[in-house]
């Protein structure tokens, strides 16, 4: 049966209602409210679902049906509590030992330092400028006075005085009788040394001796801008500057001797380090490939940018027999071998021989 209401309906008491009375209602019709847990289906025993996820459709099996999902989510929730802190990890293994210094000596006023894999390494000077004088100090007492010396020997005799004048003649007396001759008087004092005499005349000079020989210097220029990595590398004498009468050849940077005798050798090299680092690196001179005493010398340079031009030069006589020959190497002496001829100030340097006999 079907009731029409028109207009308004007022109802008084009530009416019981069967449940056949209230139509099937949409879920999506219950939007508020708490289910009792008597409405609440017992959901004990084993379910076995799978979901899946496509888009924004979340599905159940085994006819479990399919929900929307939203597309918008909601705002974030406040951070929840700090977890408790996690184990300590493990030590790390031990660091690489560094380098260290093992020794210092004071080479010159030059300070020299012994580093574990590196060597000797010469930090430069360290010696400081002059300080001022001081104050003198205050005088000491007077030491005690010394013991007698020796007696000198007796001075020369002075010279004898003057004769005193003679007294008044007495009057002659009578004649008496001759005596005996009496002894012979002592000897007269000497008299005084008489005056020197006159220079004689200068003797007539000697002949000059015989001129010794002379000799001019030979002259040869090192090559510029050549690099040398290695100790014992031969250095590369380019051009010979001067051809005197020394008596010297050239072959492949070996300058060989044409005559035997004695020779004075100087040379100059100027350096630029190619070495980012400290280095102590110089030349020296061989003959025959033996080390001549007083060629070497050495250099200290700091980097490769700063402290990393310097010149080593030497001076030294050396006898050479005719064939001999002399070389110019490198020599490393702490660092790495990275350096390189370099001209300064339009001097590339430079090697001379002079014959001295």
């Not at 979340?58 to 597309?71: A, E, F, I, K, R």
């Not at 918008?72 to 030590?91: L, M």
């Not at 000079?205 to 990595?229: R, V």
């Not at 070389?327 to 660092?335: A, K, P, R, Y």
Request: glycine fraction near 18%; hydrophobic fraction near 30%.
């Amino acid at each position: 049966m079907a009731v029409k209401v028109l207009g308004a309906l007022d109802v008084t008491g009530s009416m019981n209602i069967a449940s056949s009375d209230v139509p099937n209602l949409s879920a999506a019709k219950i939007t508020s409210g708490t289910f009792s847990s008597a409405r609440i289906p017992d959901l004990s025993g084993t379910y076995t679902q799978a979901l899946s996820v496509s888009g924004t459709t979340l599905t159940l099996s085994n006819s479990g049906g399919s929900v929307t999902l939203p597309t918008s989510t909601g705002p974030t929730g406040p951070q929840g509590p700090q977890g408790p802190a996690g184990s300590n990890g493990s030590n790390g293994s031990a660091g690489a030992d560094g380098n260290s210094v093992t020794g210092a000596s004071l080479q010159n006023y030059e300070l020299v330092l012994e580093i574990d894999n590196l060597g000797e390494v010469n930090v430069g000077n360290v010696r400081g400028s002059a300080g001022a004088a001081g104050s003198a100090g205050a005088t000491g007492p007077q030491g005690p006075a010394g013991a007698a010396g020796a007696t000198g020997p007796q001075g020369p005799q002075g010279i004898a005085g003057s004769d005193g004048s003679d007294g008044a003649d007495g009057s002659n007396g009578a004649t008496g009788p001759q005596g005996i001759q009496g002894p012979q008087g002592d000897q007269g004092v000497e008299g005084p040394q008489g005056p020197a005499g006159s220079n004689g005349t200068n003797g007539t000079n000697g002949s000059n001796g015989s001129n010794g020989a002379m000799y001019t210097a030979d002259k040869y220029l090192f090559t510029s801008s050549q690099t040398y990595t290695s100790s014992g590398a031969k250095i590369s004498i380019g051009t010979q500057e001067l051809d005197g009468t020394t008596g010297t050849t050239i072959s492949s940077s070996r300058i060989t001797f044409n005559a035997t005798g004695t020779y004075m050798i100087m040379y100059n090299i100027n350096w630029q380090s190619l070495y980012a680092n400290r280095s102590t690196f110089g030349a020296v001179v061989q003959k025959n490939g033996t080390t001549i005493a007083g060629s070497c010398n050495l250099q200290y340079f700091r980097h490769s940018t700063y402290g990393h031009k310097s010149t080593t030069s030497a001076s030294f006589v050396v006898s050479a027999s005719n064939g001999n020959y002399i070389e110019v190497e490198t020599f490393l002496h702490s660092g790495v071998a990275n350096h390189k001829v370099t001209s300064t100030g339009g001097d590339v340097g430079a090697i001379q021989i002079i014959r001295l006999s």
